[in-house]
């Protein structure tokens, strides 16, 4: 067992699926954020387990030619980014093994390599910001939570949001020092705003601001909205009331005070309307190749009917309506729905339906009423397909599934559940919908 605090040299081998560099000493694994796959450091142990630790490095001896210093100022402190020590280069290399790792280690396969759908920046790509709000000597500021921690770091200029989204945050901030709005409490449970959650559509540049309220009314917003007008593209205000404990973001509850309550943006060459609960990807370019690699992936006649599980606010199910007989779109969330189906008639798309309901219950329900689709679509949230899902995807026995994934180990563990219902992985693709983030986008298809 490893010593605290004491000091040992050690190479980094590899990383964790967070990013953070991987060494082994004395038959230890050390897990070392910061660190590039290559480099030889000294690093002090911070915290020592039986068979693992967690240390940080103290003095580089051998650099990686991919290090790179940090264009952000506080990205050491800042629990948003991951990767602004290293290149891109590395960065995609990274996302695309950890993807293939999964696929061999928990799938069952044997793959030599995963392409990625490498981005073509890695600056002010983000559509949307949520900020939690602080206080510190009586003055209101807003950031982002520091690492494993409810700490908000101040940083005045993110390199992954546009301009006018920051913008935005300063306008609110400045409101909320001008009127003295009582900043949240986590602790106490007491004061007003919580969050300031920004949306910017990239192709229509209309901006939605909803602020996440410890309440049900905001004083002085009409001032707020007159500076918020200052900002290119602001659309509307909404507040979202969040009254309970816990780390949720947005309540259940949402009043306009400015404009219609959405913003419309192009994706795929359709319009979609997105309200503040709307399930829409952060990265407009990466998510429009992600999904016609999904469309391609899918081969889709007119003859098929396609079933898309998990739809949001049918981004994927109305661009593969152009290519179907019939499209049916599953989603949780209600408001999701009526958008949905408001974007279906927007796009003047016929042969799109939406239902409301869970993925795995919905897909019984379809199964039982004799629904058979030729395809099916799942773009599940990180815990990946429930074992209804699973059950009703088997018995509907669908010629193609293309899985979309956003955490590549409940991914490759349900590859092995359909494999083992007689599916085989034909194709598996990375995408990088989160430069500079440890996140990563994943495609595959199953026949």
Same mark, same amino acid.
């Given at each position: 067992?490893?010593?605290?605090?004491?000091?040992?040299e050690a190479q980094i081998t590899d990383?964790?699926?967070?990013?953070?560099?991987?060494?082994?000493?004395?038959?230890?694994?050390?897990?070392?954020?910061?660190?590039?796959?290559?480099?030889?450091?000294?690093?002090?142990?911070?915290?020592?387990?039986?068979?693992?630790?967690?240390?940080?490095?103290?003095?580089?001896?051998?650099?990686?030619?991919?290090?790179?210093?940090?264009?952000?100022?506080?990205?050491?402190?800042?629990?948003?980014?991951?990767?602004?020590?290293?290149?891109?280069?590395?960065?995609?290399?990274?996302?695309?093994?950890?993807?293939?790792?999964?696929?061999?280690?928990?799938?069952?396969?044997?793959?030599?390599?995963?392409?990625?759908?490498?981005?073509?920046?890695?600056?002010?790509?983000?559509?949307?910001?949520?900020?939690?709000?602080?206080?510190?000597?009586?003055?209101?500021?807003?950031?982002?939570?520091?690492?494993?921690?409810?700490?908000?770091?101040?940083?005045?200029?993110?390199?992954?949001?546009?301009?006018?989204?920051?913008?935005?945050?300063?306008?609110?901030?400045?409101?909320?020092?001008?009127?003295?709005i009582p900043v949240y409490d986590e602790?106490?449970?007491?004061?007003?705003?919580?969050?300031?959650?920004?949306?910017?559509?990239?192709?229509?540049?209309?901006?939605?601001?909803?602020? +996440? &309220?410890?309440?049900?009314?905001? *004083?002085?917003?009409? =001032?707020?909205? !007159?500076?918020?007008? $200052?900002?290119? %593209?602001?659309?509307?205000?909404?507040?979202?009331?969040?009254?309970?404990?816990?780390?949720?973001?947005?309540?259940?509850?949402?009043?306009?005070?400015?404009?219609?309550?959405?913003?419309?943006?192009?994706?795929?060459?359709?319009?979609?309307?997105?309200?503040?609960?709307?399930?829409?990807?952060?990265?407009?370019?990466?998510?429009?190749?992600?999904?016609?690699?999904?469309?391609?992936?899918?081969?889709?006649?007119?003859t098929d009917t396609v079933l898309d599980?998990?739809?949001?606010?049918?981004?994927?199910?109305?661009?593969?309506?152009?290519?179907?007989?019939? +499209? &049916?779109?599953?989603?949780?969330? *209600?408001?999701?729905? =009526?958008?949905? !189906?408001?974007?279906? $008639?927007?796009? %003047?798309?016929?042969?799109?339906?939406?239902?409301?309901?869970?993925?795995?219950?919905?897909?019984?329900?379809?199964?039982?009423?004799?629904?058979?689709?030729?395809?099916?679509?799942?773009?599940?949230?990180?815990?990946?397909?429930?074992?209804?899902?699973?059950?009703?995807?088997?018995?509907?026995?669908?010629?193609?599934?293309?899985?979309?994934?956003?955490?590549?180990?409940?991914?490759?563990?349900?590859?092995?559940?359909?494999?083992?219902?007689?599916?085989?992985?034909?194709?598996?693709?990375?995408?990088?919908?989160?430069?500079?983030?440890?996140?990563?986008?994943? &495609?595959?298809?199953?026949?």
């Open positions: 067992m490893l010593i605290k605090s004491q000091i040992y990383y964790t699926a967070e990013g953070q560099g991987v060494a082994h000493i004395e038959g230890c694994a050390v897990f070392i954020p910061n660190a590039i796959a290559g480099e030889r450091v000294r690093v002090r142990i911070e915290k020592a387990q039986k068979t693992w630790a967690a240390g940080k490095i103290v003095e580089i001896l051998e650099k990686s030619p991919h290090r790179r210093n940090r264009e952000c100022p506080v990205a050491k402190l800042c629990g948003g980014c991951d990767f602004w020590h290293m290149d891109y280069e590395e960065e995609t290399r990274l996302k695309a093994q950890r993807v293939k790792d999964c696929l061999n280690r928990l799938g069952g396969e044997n793959l030599e390599e995963i392409p990625i759908l490498a981005a073509p920046t890695c600056l002010g790509y983000r559509n949307k910001a949520q900020y939690p709000v602080a206080q510190k000597k009586g003055r209101a500021y807003a950031g982002f939570f520091r690492a494993g921690t409810h700490t908000v770091v101040e940083n005045p200029r993110c390199r992954i949001l546009p301009e006018q989204t920051d913008a935005v945050k300063d306008i609110v901030i400045d409101y909320v020092n001008q009127f003295r602790v106490a449970h007491t004061g007003l705003l919580r969050h300031i959650y920004v949306r910017r559509g990239v192709v229509s540049g209309q901006i939605l601001v909803c602020l +996440v &309220i410890n309440g049900q009314t905001l *004083p002085k917003w009409e =001032e707020l909205v !007159k500076n918020l007008k $200052q900002v290119p %593209g602001f659309t509307t205000l909404v507040l979202s009331e969040n009254t309970r404990k816990g780390n949720a973001i947005l309540g259940d509850t949402f009043h306009t005070l400015y404009g219609p309550g959405y913003i419309e943006d192009t994706l795929c060459g359709l319009t979609f309307r997105l309200s503040p609960r709307s399930f829409y990807q952060v990265n407009h370019h990466q998510a429009q190749r992600l999904y016609q690699a999904a469309i391609d992936l899918a081969k889709i006649s007119k599980l998990y739809c949001g606010v049918g981004t994927i199910t109305l661009a593969m309506a152009a290519a179907a007989g019939q +499209v &049916i779109g599953v989603e949780v969330i *209600p408001q999701a729905v =009526e958008d949905a !189906k408001a974007n279906a $008639q927007r796009n %003047g798309i016929e042969n799109a339906q939406f239902f409301c309901g869970d993925a795995g219950q919905a897909a019984l329900k379809l199964e039982q009423d004799g629904v058979r689709p030729d395809v099916v679509v799942v773009d599940p949230p990180r815990k990946g397909l429930n074992a209804d899902t699973i059950e009703a995807l088997s018995r509907m026995s669908p010629k193609r599934i293309v899985y979309v994934s956003c955490d590549p180990a409940t991914l490759a563990r349900d590859v092995a559940l359909l494999k083992a219902r007689g599916y085989t992985l034909q194709t598996a693709l990375a995408a990088d919908l989160f430069p500079r983030c440890a996140h990563v986008e994943s &495609i595959v298809l199953l026949c």
